[in-house]
């Protein structure tokens, strides 16, 4: 209900779409836009009227900022390290996770990050995509609210924003897009074009 851009988007459309780099479309970048987010953090005990979602872990790593210097530039290193010590501070797995809010700020990122992060295997991120995987009603729902290619891309904001869309996954606040049941969720905030990762896992109480 949030998101700036709501179309469907076609095939035909998507391949019409103007070229940003090669093989970057329009289409495949999230539109740059303001935006806000705040979150309030306090003890647990002072959470009385909302359900209670607590933080189970934060981890960050990093990387070169140089892409080209990268061992591998269609691998995100510092995803997959930042995700495996999240995994490890909240003792669970990528099978436990039922929403996953990335940082989609080109197509490409979605598919890396599922790698990265251990929901897919390397080169097979874009098959969860195809196979309708990634929708609410998927084996890994992500970015249930449209992620930064539909709501926007406040850039400094999007990593809040990121926490408070899963927030309200765990509350169930989150409507037509919520996920059933969703006790466990992860945000993973991207900067520097993977050079700086992190990733947080919440939690639902009840």
């Not at 179309?7 to 999230?30: C, Q, V, W, Y």
């Not at 140089?66 to 390290?81: G, N």
Request: a neutral charge.
């Amino acid at each position: 209900p949030f998101a700036r851009l709501r179309e469907r988007i076609t095939l035909e459309k998507f391949e019409k779409s103007s070229m940003i780099a090669t093989p970057i479309n329009l289409l495949d970048a999230s539109p740059i836009g303001d935006g806000a987010a705040a979150v309030v953090m306090v003890p647990a005990e002072k959470v009385v009227r909302q359900p209670r979602i607590l933080v189970s872990a934060s981890a960050a790593a990093t990387d070169t900022i140089a892409v080209h210097s990268r061992k591998d530039p269609l691998f995100l290193q510092a995803a997959y390290e930042s995700s495996k010590r999240a995994y490890q501070m909240a003792g669970v797995t990528p099978d436990d996770i039922d929403v996953f809010e990335l940082h989609d700020a080109f197509s490409i990122m979605a598919a890396l990050s599922l790698e990265a992060s251990g929901f897919a295997e390397r080169g097979h991120g874009v098959r969860l995509g195809l196979d309708d995987e990634i929708g609410p009603q998927g084996r890994v729902p992500v970015c249930t609210r449209g992620g930064l290619k539909a709501r926007g891309h406040p850039v400094g904001a999007t990593g809040v924003y990121q926490i408070v869309e899963v927030v309200q996954q765990l509350r169930g606040e989150c409507g037509r897009t919520q996920v059933e049941g969703a006790k466990i969720g992860m945000a993973q905030n991207i900067g520097g074009s993977g050079a700086t990762i992190l990733t947080h896992i919440l939690r639902s109480e009840n």
